[in-house]
């Protein structure tokens, strides 16, 4: 079983930034490949940005955060991160980590396709 953990959530003003950060209790870390959601309210859970087992070039963003969100991850230090910048309050939402036991080498998008969640963290953005 892998726990995943969330930190790094706020209440920031539009046009700012925050960084989420992820770490997952596991000794196999670079096996898994890692990915970023979120749900606001009244929404469903939808993807963020995803990232493959080694990082590299393979990594995902929705439209909706590309050119603004950055994921990354360190393996030796079992983490992945979210680097919000230019936040807009659509970016408001309860932001979820997730690890996939899929051992493929590319990034994975589907939720479904994610076997371990953390709680969430709640990013707030007032305009």
């Known amino acids: 079983q892998v726990q995943v953990v969330e930190s790094g959530g706020g209440l920031v003003q539009a046009g700012g930034s925050l960084r989420l950060s992820c770490v997952a209790s596991?000794?196999?870390?670079?096996?898994?490949?890692m990915g970023w959601f979120r749900e606001a309210p009244g929404k469903e859970r939808e993807f963020v940005a995803a990232?493959?087992?080694?990082?590299?070039?393979?990594?995902g963003y929705a439209d909706s955060v590309k050119g603004r969100f950055t994921i990354s991850r360190d393996n030796a230090k079992n983490t992945v991160y979210l680097e919000m910048n230019s936040l807009k309050p659509e970016d408001t939402a309860i932001y979820y980590c997730?690890?996939?036991?899929?051992?493929?080498?590319?990034?994975?998008?589907?939720?479904?396709?994610?076997?371990?969640w953390g709680q969430g963290t709640q990013v707030t953005v007032s305009s």
């Open positions: 990232i493959s087992r080694t990082g590299g070039g393979s990594r």
């Open positions: 596991t000794r196999t870390f670079s096996s898994f490949p």
């Open positions: 997730a690890a996939s036991s899929f051992r493929g080498w590319n990034y994975i998008s589907k939720p479904n396709e994610y076997h371990y």
